[in-house]
């Protein structure tokens, strides 16, 4: 049993070896020949995986450590028999930090509370459910958009976009990518969108770089509008407009779901999927994987109040760390990749244990997503 895996899958050459002979390979591309004896192959979301990648190797199963599947012609997959799986949610969490990082970044600039503001998520799955609980348990409201869950019936109050453009003082994309269909996200921000947004309003897009149309949010910022646009992905990739990340009040290489904890859960959850394809049982567990994190314990005095709540997270993740990086090296022929190719350690807040004299404040650290205990 031969398996390709990305180069940029920790913890991979480590888990597949128990299932066959390991080889890593770069991503972008493929190199052709690997694939004539693979019988399983592993990516990330910089590889399409297509007809023209697969055809005519002896390819079984396709393995995505990745929420997205846009990078994936799943039907064709399904139609040559070969069996797939993603990892649906293993970097939700980390997503809803990288937004949250952004907005106590914003919220320090422009002097804001963002318990007084309106937050506005369009896509609640994974990544936007999570983002909603967070908010609310801090007291943030929130306003959702999802049409298909709303079609499903699903609890909860569900808004059209439109209600969101309006009323909402950030609006933030977690939708899949999808270029066609009754639920097109595809250019879901466009021109006429962007012109509706009321001034001084947050675009936060951690999604795919197309649910946003980048000439025209560029073209609305050229032309004086009012916005502060926090950007992860681009459309394109990894050939971002440079006069884009200019304009963006923060930029990243598209590394919004980049904790440790979230590669290594996409890395578990492909090796499980592979394990059950095979039918060999194959399990394993965050625990055995992670090192200890570098920042293990703080002990926090008296109550938590926004600043205290912004030093705290940026402490686990300041989303700066990610952003000027970006900024020195976007020019540079391979710099986005390499970026994201070398990215340094990264925790959720869940690995910091904040020790709190106060119980509320513990007891608030828990619900956002912190290990608090009150002594
Ligand atoms: N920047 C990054 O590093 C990361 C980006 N992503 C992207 O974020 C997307 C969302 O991630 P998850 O929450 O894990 O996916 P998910 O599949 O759990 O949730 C997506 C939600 O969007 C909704 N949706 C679909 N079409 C919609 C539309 N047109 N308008 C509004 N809602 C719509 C779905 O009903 C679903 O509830 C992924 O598909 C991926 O493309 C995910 C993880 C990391
Ligand atoms: O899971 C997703 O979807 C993402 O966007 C990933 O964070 C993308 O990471 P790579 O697979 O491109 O390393």
Known sequence: MKILVDENMPYAERLFSRLGEVRAVSGRPVPPDALNDAD?????????????????????????????????????????????????????????????????????????????????????????????????????????????????GDDGAFYPLETLVKDADVLTFHTPLNKSGPYQSLHLADAELLAALPDNRILINASRGPVVDNAALLQALEGGKTLSAVLDV????????????????????????????GKARGTTQVFEAFGAFLGEPAQASLSELL??????????????????????????????????????????????????????????????NVVCDDGETAALLTALGFSASAA
């Not at 993603?86 to 970097?91: L, Q, R, S, V, W």
């Not at 050939?239 to 904890?261: F, K, M, N, Q, V």
């Open 40 to 152: 399983a192959l592993m990516v990330r979301s910089v590889t399409k995986v297509n007809a023209e990648l697969l055809a005519g190797t002896p390819v079984r199963f396709v393995g995505t450590a990745t929420a997205g599947t846009d990078h994936v012609d799943e039907e064709w997959l399904a139609q040559q028999g070969i069996g797939f799986s993603a990892a649906p949610g293993c970097n939700a969490i980390a997503v809803v930090e990288y937004v949250f990082s952004a907005l106590m970044l914003l919220a320090e600039r422009d002097g804001f509370d963002l318990r007084e503001k309106t937050v506005g998520i369009v896509g609640v799955g994974n990544v936007g459910g999570r983002l909603d609980q967070r908010l609310r348990a801090l007291g943030v409201k929130t306003l959702l958009c999802d049409p298909p869950r709303a079609e499903r």
């Open 291 to 352: 090192p200890p994190p570098e920042m293990a314990s703080v002990r926090l005095r008296g109550k938590l109040n926004q600043d205290v709540l912004k030093r705290l997270i940026h402490l686990v993740y300041d989303v700066r760390r990610d952003d000027a990086p970006l900024r020195r090296v976007a020019g540079e022929a391979g710099g986005f990749d390499r970026l994201r190719k070398h990215y340094p350690e990264r925790r959720e807040w869940s690995s910091l």
């Open 234 to 261: 681009w459309e394109p990739e990894p050939a971002l407009s440079l006069p884009l990340l200019a304009r963006a009040d923060i930029g990243t290489p598209h590394i919004a779901g980049y904790s440790l904890e």
